[in-house]
Each structure stands twice: as C-alpha cells, then as structure tokens.
C-alpha cells in the first residue's frame, strides 16, 4: 500500500488550533477545523506576545501584521500598588529585540485570532462543531460525532478545544479544575476616556493579595487593556464574556496607587472570569488522538504565556509529524507530548506561583525557546 500524509482533524479554531493547523497546513499536511462557535467575535481581551512565540507566528509570515498592528513597549514594569515604588522593569522594546533577534508585542486578543484565522482557508474551518462523540474505528481512524448530528473520521484529532476540553474528557475522564478563589476583571477601552492621564504603557500593580495589569494593545496607543486577579471565592462562572459590577471592582481597589484608580473610573464596561488551573496531566495522548494548549495545560495568566506555549505547541506537532505516515502517528504524538510537557509543566507551576517579574528574573529560559529548533525528544 502506498503511504499517504494523514488527515488531522483539530477540534477547537482558538490560537493553538488555528496555529496548529497553519503550522501543519505549511508542511502539506492536511488539516481541518471544528468548532463549536457559530463565529468569532472580537472580545475585550489583550495579550502579551513574546519572543518565543513570536518566532513561530514570524515563520507563518505574520511579521508585517504584528509591527502594524501590535504595540512594542520599551519595558514591563512592576509598581507597588499603593506608593507607585518600581521594584522591577524588564527591558523590553530594542534591548529584547538585541538579546532575542524578535520583538515582545503587546496587542489585542481579537487581533491576533484574525491573523491567524487569515492564515488557513475558511473551507478549512468548520463552524457549528460541537464534538459530542470521539471513538476509534477498527480502521485505525478515529470517528468524531457532532452534536448537530454529522459524524467525520480522521488519521488523528488534536484536541485544541480549551480548559473544558471535550476531547480530554473522553480520554481521561470529566473532571472540573480547581477554582483558584479568584476572579479576573478585563477590558479594554478607548484611552481617550482617560483624558489628560497619561498611564504607563505596560505596569503590573502588586498589592498584598491582588494585582492588577494594564498596557496599550496597538501603535496608536489609542486603547488601553487592564485585568486583574482579583479575590472573589464564592465566584465560579468560566465564561469570558460574564459580565462584571464596575462599582464592586473599583472598591476591590480602592486603596490602590491614583493611576489605577483613575483607569477604573474611567472604564465604561467590564468582563469577568474565574481563574483555575490543573495539574500537569498524566498523558496527553490516547491513541491517534492528543491534546494541545489549554486543553492540556491549562495555566494562570500571570507569565502571559497560556497563548504562547498552545502557540509553540503547535510548531512542534508540525515538526513531529513532518514526513510520518498514517502508522508512524501514534509514535509521532508521543515524541510530540515527550518534548513538550517537561516546558509546559516547568510554566504551570511558574505561573500558579504569581512572582514572575516582581523582582528580577532570568526570564531567557521562557523567551529563548525556538520551537523550530529545540531538539525534539527520542
């Protein structure tokens, strides 16, 4: 039988997803989205990109995109919350460009999606998707069922599809993730309602036992985005367009330095969602089927590297199943699963701990990563 390069079908057309399938769709492999959504929608949302994904989105030939659209500061500092002390600022902008050979953006969420959505062809995305079923064939395929009543088959499925994955709830079993006891308040808005202040472009305010981060998400600087990690225990909603009570948020923080205060006053809307994490999972593979970004590692926001690892995640499927045939996946999504759960843990656990860069930090082992380079495991 003449060997043939397989067909990956990827549930969820999040960033890992989307990356994925780009990354895979440039060796030549075949690879097709399903998604639950009816469509995408630009929510309120920033995102930090680093250099070590940075070099995978420069490789799709998104540079252009991101110097246009994207926001470069020349540092992320770090304030006491209440007397404005720096007590650390990490030298971003041209001295992170010398040191790394790429920049660190600062943009909007929404952003980001639409560029890598522009990336694979819209027949490649399947709207409307909502896996319910996930078994495999005696083929050696594994056979998908969506809840609007299709059934589609594929060489392997990579289970993109965010913290409340699907597909690993068929591999391993439901499980819920651990509420945190926090909430996360985020938005963005026009820097124009700030009026005549003038914010630091990207700060993260530490007080006692909440923060909060603010910075531009373009060139312009004509918006501004903030979250927080905020205590609410008795809050539990996931959605990331739950509403939240602006009078509540500025009282939760009140006593912090005026900057902060006066970005909240002038914040006309919020978003808000429950923080969570999990432990590093036991496995990531099952079979033909394996799991990417947060579906596997889910982590706190507090290193800005969720998006990054799903994104340097799908680089390396790319380069694991570069040249495999349908019998060499299953060994291709082990090597896949072995060089990356050693990093994505290593950040986990970093991020949970909530430190990074109040102080000085060797940040290289996080910004240094080269998905296209970095040996992959035997």
């Known amino acids: 039988m003449t060997s043939r390069k397989p067909h990956i079908a990827i549930i969820g057309a999040g960033i890992g997803g989307l990356t994925a399938a780009a990354c895979l769709r440039r060796i030549g492999i075949d690879a097709h989205i399903y998604e639950q959504a009816r469509g995408f929608t630009r929510l309120g949302a920033g995102i930090q990109q680093a250099p070590n994904s940075i070099r995978v989105l420069y490789a799709l030939g998104l540079k252009d995109k991101f110097l246009a659209q994207a926001f470069q500061p020349e540092s992320n500092d770090s304030r006491d919350h209440d007397t404005g002390k720096l007590t650390n600022s990490q030298p971003l902008g041209q001295s992170i460009l010398d040191r790394h050979g790429v920049p660190y953006f600062l943009m909007h969420r ?3 999606h639409a560029m890598l959505a522009d990336l694979v062809p819209p027949d490649v995305v399947s709207l409307n998707h909502k896996l319910d079923g996930l078994d495999h064939a005696p083929d050696g395929t594994v056979r998908m069922t969506f809840t609007n009543g299709e059934t589609k088959q594929a060489d392997a499925v990579i289970g993109a599809d965010g913290v409340h994955s699907v597909v690993r709830e068929f591999m391993l079993g439901k499980e819920q993730p651990r509420f945190t006891g926090r909430v996360a308040y985020r938005t963005v808005f026009p820097a124009a309602l700030l009026g005549n202040a003038q914010p630091y472009p990207c700060v993260k305010w530490w007080g006692p036992d909440r923060h909060i981060v603010s910075y531009y998400v373009n060139p312009r600087r004509d918006e501004l985005y903030f979250v927080t990690s905020t205590p609410e225990p008795e809050f539990d909603v996931e959605s990331w367009s739950a509403k939240g009570d602006l009078a509540t948020l500025r009282a939760a923080y009140d006593t912090f330095h005026p900057q902060v205060r006066t970005i909240l006053a002038a914040c006309p809307d919020v978003h808000k969602w429950a923080l969570v994490e999990r432990d590093p999972l036991p496995k990531w593979v099952d079979g033909n089927v394996a799991l990417l970004g947060d579906a596997c590692h889910p982590m ?23 040249g495999v045939d349908r019998d060499g996946l299953h060994d291709a999504l082990l090597r896949y699963e072995a060089t990356r759960k050693p990093r994505t843990s290593r950040i986990q656990q970093t991020s949970a701990q909530n430190t990074w860069l109040k102080e000085p930090h060797d940040a290289d082992w996080v910004y240094g990563y080269d998905s296209w380079t970095v040996p992959l495991a035997n």
């Open 300 to 322: 706190t926001p507090y290193m800005a590297q969720g998006a990054s690892t799903s994104i340097e995640d799908g680089a390396i499927l790319s380069r694991c199943l570069d």
């Open 110 to 112: 929404g952003d980001l």
